[in-house]
C-alpha cells in the first residue's frame, strides 16, 4: 500500500484580531500520495493559500499554527526557520499565482532557475548556466541560451510561469503546491501550463495540491478534489463523485453556478448573499445563511457538522448528505437570443469600419518614429440593437484597445466609429462626452474604478452632474432607483468603496454606467476578477437588464463559457485583426478559422468524464511581437494547417457557408489529436 507524501491532521491557523485571534484555517486534515493530483477548491477566502503557505512554512510570525503537518513522517510545525528553508529548497516546489512578483525583477532569469540549487549546494555555481538552459528546454521556451539571459520583464505572461515552474521543479522535489497557476492566463496559454505540469509531473511522480476557482481545470487535472468553505474542507471526494454526485450543498450550488461552453442556454443558478469571512462565522454550519436545504432544519444554525464519510467513498461536512438526493444542473433557459441578422431592415447601433490604432515606437537620441505597433489593424463589425456581441482572443490582440477606441478614450489612427449613424472617430471633445450619454464603459477591475474618497452615491450620481441632468432625472431618489435596479440598497448610502465586497464593487460600476439611460454598454471583463458564485450573480443581472431596459452590450473577455453564456454573436482576434465571426452557436460549434478551434479545444469542461474523452489543439509558442509581425495571415507560424500561401499573403474576411465569415485560405473542421492530462494518469492503491 502506498505511503502519504503529505499527511495535514487538524491543521489550524489563527491571525491576531481584535478581540480574540482571528480563525483562518480550522482544523483541515489530507493526505497526498505519490503521482497524484489534488484540488483545493473554494471562493476567496475560504483559507485555500493560508493552508498551503502554511505546508510551506511561508506564513508571518503572526500567525499561530496547531495541528500536525507531516512530509515523509517529518514534522514541519514547529521546525526552525533554517530548516523550512532548507526543506523549501529540496522537498517542496511552490508555484505562486503572479509570476510577475516571484521572478526578481533586477536579475537575469537563468540566474534565479538555479539560485536555490547553488544555495542548498544541489548544483555546483559552475554548472548553473548550463542548467538554467536545460531548465529553460525542459519548459519548452524557445531560445533557452538568450532567454536565460534575459530579465523577466522580456518574457511574455506564459513564458514567467513557465520559468516558475521550471524553478519550482527544478531540485525534482517530493511535492509541488501550485497556487492558482493558471488565473491570470490565457485559455491557449493555461493549456500549455497545465499541459507542461501534467508532464513534468509524470516525469518526476511528484504529487500537486492544485489551488484553484476553476472548475474545468479541477475537472480535467485532479485525481482528488477537497472543497473549502469557511475555514474548512466541508467535503472530498475523486474528481468524479465531486463533479456526478456532489454531497454537500456548497459543491452542488458551485456547480450549478458556472457557464459552460460545452453546454445549451440555461439560467445560472448563484449562490445567495456572500461567503463568510474568518471574523463573521456563524454560529452552526458555516454555509448555512446560503444553504437552500436548511429550511426547517434547526441543527444547521445550532452546531457545526463533522467530516464525515459519504456513500459513494469520500467525505462530507453535513447532516444531512445522505439524505437528500444530489442537484444537478438545471435546464432553465437563459433568454431568447436577440441577434439581428445583418441583411435585415434593422440598422446597427454600433458599425465600427476598418479600424487601425497604431502606436509609434520612438527610438535614438532624437526619438524619431521608424515603426509602430499595429494594436488594432483593420476591424470592422457591427452591433445591433438589444444584441451582445464579444470579442475574445489571447491578451495583446487588441480587444480592450479596440473598445477604448470606439470609447473615444483612445485616438483612432485611421478607420470610422458610428453610432446610431453618427460618426464618432474625429470628434471634438464637446461632441465626443455629449455622445458618450449613449454609450457607457464597465471596467474590469472594480477595486480600481471606484474613487476611494468618494460616497458611493456620489459616484453614481457624477456622471449625471456632468451632463448637467441631475435634477432633471430625479436627483437622489433616482440613484435610489439605480442602486435597486442593480440589486443594492438605498441603506448604503454614505459609505465608501472599501466597504463593499468585489461583486457590490461592479455592481456599483454598472449602477454608475446605466445613470446617462444608455443605449450601449462596452464591459471590459467585468466579471474576470470575482469568484464563481459572484460572476454568476453579475451575468444574470446583465441579462435582467438588457431584457429591461433593452441594452446592446460590446463584452470583451478571454472566458469562452462566459462569452458562450451572454453573447449574440463573437468575433475572433488575433494580433490586432479579426480573424473570425460568426452567431455564437455557430462559432462554438462549427469554428472554421484554426485558431478558434485552437481557442474552443483549449477551454477545460467542467465535466471529468468529457474532459479525459475530449481531443484538443494544444497551440505552441507565443503571440509574434505586433511591431514585426509575420508576413501573410499572423496566425501561420502556430497554424498546424499553414501553407505557403497563407505564409506570403494575409487573408481577408469571407463567407464560411454558414453566419459568419473567415480570414482563412483553408477554413473548415480540423482533425484534432489528443493531449495528456494528469487526471488520465492511473494511480495504485
Do not use: W
Not at 499541459?195 to 495540491?209: C, D, F, M, N, V
Not at 463533479?243 to 445560472?268: E, K, N
Not at 455557430?586 to 483549449?602: G, V
Amino acid at each position: 500500500m502506498k505511503q502519504a507524501i503529505l499527511s495535514v491532521t487538524n491543521l489550524e491557523v489563527t491571525f491576531p484580531g481584535s478581540p480574540n485571534r482571528v480563525p483562518v484555517v480550522r482544523g483541515v486534515s489530507f493526505e497526498i500520495m505519490e503521482d497524484e493530483v489534488l484540488c483545493i477548491v473554494g471562493e476567496s477566502g475560504s483559507g485555500k493559500s493560508v493552508t498551503a503557505l502554511a505546508i510551506a512554512g511561508l506564513l508571518p510570525p503572526t500567525a499561530k499554527i496547531s495541528g500536525s503537518i507531516k512530509l515523509h513522517g517529518k514534522e514541519l510545525i514547529g521546525a526552525s526557520a533554517e530548516e523550512m528553508r532548507r526543506i523549501r529548497g529540496r522537498e517542496i516546489g511552490f508555484i505562486f499565482q503572479d509570476p510577475s512578483t516571484t521572478l526578481n525583477p533586477v536579475l537575469k532569469v537563468g540566474e534565479q532557475l538555479t539560485e536555490a540549487q547553488v544555495f542548498h549546494g544541489l548544483l555546483p555555481k559552475g554548472d548553473a548556466p548550463a542548467r538554467a538552459i536545460e531548465l529553460l528546454k525542459e519548459v519548452e521556451i524557445s531560445g533557452p541560451a538568450i532567454r536565460a539571459e534575459q530579465y523577466p520583464h522580456q518574457f511574455s505572461g506564459g513564458m514567467r510561469q513557465r520559468a516558475v515552474i521550471g524553478m519550482a521543479m527544478a531540485g525534482k522535489p517530493s511535492i509541488i503546491l501550485a497556487d492558482e497557476p493558471t488565473t491570470a492566463l490565457d485559455v491557449t496559454v493555461q493549456a500549455q501550463v497545465l499541459e507542461l505540469l501534467s508532464r513534468r509531473q509524470r516525469e518526476t511522480r511528484a504529487p500537486i495540491i492544485l489551488i484553484t476557482h476553476d472548475l474545468g481545470v479541477v475537472a480535467e487535472t485532479a485525481h482528488r478534489v477537497a472543497v473549502m468553505y469557511g475555514g474548512r474542507i466541508v467535503e472530498t471526494g475523486t474528481v468524479d463523485e465531486i463533479f456526478a454526485h456532489p454531497h454537500h450543498p456548497y459543491t452542488a450550488a458551485l456547480l450549478q453556478s458556472i457557464p459552460r461552453h460545452d453546454l445549451g442556454d440555461r439560467r445560472l443558478e448563484p449562490i445567495p448573499g456572500h461567503p463568510v469571512t474568518p471574523t463573521s462565522l456563524p454560529k452552526g454550519c458555516s454555509f448555512a445563511p446560503r444553504c437552500a436545504r436548511r429550511q426547517g432544519r434547526e441543527q444547521c444554525l445550532i452546531s457545526e457538522p463533522p467530516l464525515e464519510a459519504s456513500s459513494t467513498g469520500g467525505t462530507a461536512a453535513c447532516f444531512f448528505a445522505g439524505e437528500l438526493p444530489a442537484e444537478r444542473l438545471s435546464g432553465v433557459p437563459r433568454r431568447v437570443a436577440a441577434t439581428a441578422a445583418e441583411g435585415a431592415a434593422v440598422k446597427p447601433l454600433l458599425e465600427v469600419t476598418d479600424l487601425k490604432v497604431h502606436f509609434p515606437i520612438k527610438r535614438g537620441l532624437l526619438q524619431r518614429s521608424n515603426s509602430a505597433v499595429r494594436a488594432v489593424d483593420g476591424v470592422s463589425f457591427k452591433l445591433y440593437p438589444g444584441e451582445t456581441v464579444s470579442l475574445v482572443g489571447e491578451s495583446g490582440c487588441g480587444k480592450s484597445t479596440t473598445a477604448r477606441s470606439i470609447m473615444g478614450l483612445q485616438k483612432v489612427t485611421e478607420g470610422t466609429v458610428r453610432l446610431d449613424g453618427q460618426l464618432l472617430s474625429n470628434m471634438s471633445t464637446a461632441g465626443l462626452r455629449k455622445a458618450r450619454r449613449h454609450m457607457q464603459y464597465v471596467f474590469q477591475d472594480p477595486f480600481s474604478s471606484l474613487n476611494p474618497i468618494k460616497p458611493i452615491e456620489d459616484i453614481v450620481a457624477e456622471p449625471l452632474r456632468i451632463h448637467k441632468l441631475y435634477d432633471e432625472f430625479g436627483g437622489d431618489k433616482y440613484i435610489a432607483e439605480l442602486f435597486e435596479l442593480v440589486g443594492l440598497s438605498r441603506d448604503m448610502f454614505g459609505r465608501f468603496p472599501a466597504e463593499f465586497s468585489g461583486g457590490q464593487k461592479q455592481r456599483i460600476g454598472i449602477a454608475r454606467a446605466l445613470s446617462l439611460k444608455p443605449k450601449l454598454l462596452i464591459l471590459d471583463e467585468p466579471v474576470a476578477a470575482l469568484d464563481v458564485s459572484i460572476q454568476a450573480q453579475i451575468l444574470n443581472l446583465l441579462e435582467d437588464l438588457q431584457k429591461e431596459l433593452s441594452l446592446s452590450y460590446l463584452f470583451i473577455a478571454h472566458n469562452l463559457s462566459v462569452v458562450r453564456h451572454i453573447s449574440d454573436r463573437v468575433a475572433v482576434m488575433y494580433l490586432g485583426r479579426i480573424v473570425e465571426q460568426a452567431s455564437r452557436d455557430d462559432l462554438y460549434e462549427r469554428p472554421q478559422h484554426p485558431y478558434t478551434q485552437s481557442l474552443l479545444s483549449a477551454a477545460p469542461v467542467p465535466d471529468p468524464v468529457r474532459g479525459r474523452k475530449r481531443k484538443r489543439i494544444v497551440v505552441k509558442g507565443e503571440i509574434p511581437d505586433p511591431e514585426n509581425p509575420p508576413p501573410g495571415c499572423t496566425f501561420s507560424p502556430r497554424c498546424l494547417r499553414a501553407t505557403d500561401i497563407c505564409r506570403g499573403v494575409q487573408p481577408e474576411l469571407t463567407p464560411t457557408g454558414f453566419s459568419g465569415t473567415a480570414a482563412c485560405y483553408h477554413p473548415g473542421p480540423m482533425e484534432l489529436t489528443a493531449a495528456p492530462h494528469a487526471a488520465q494518469t492511473e494511480l495504485t492503491p
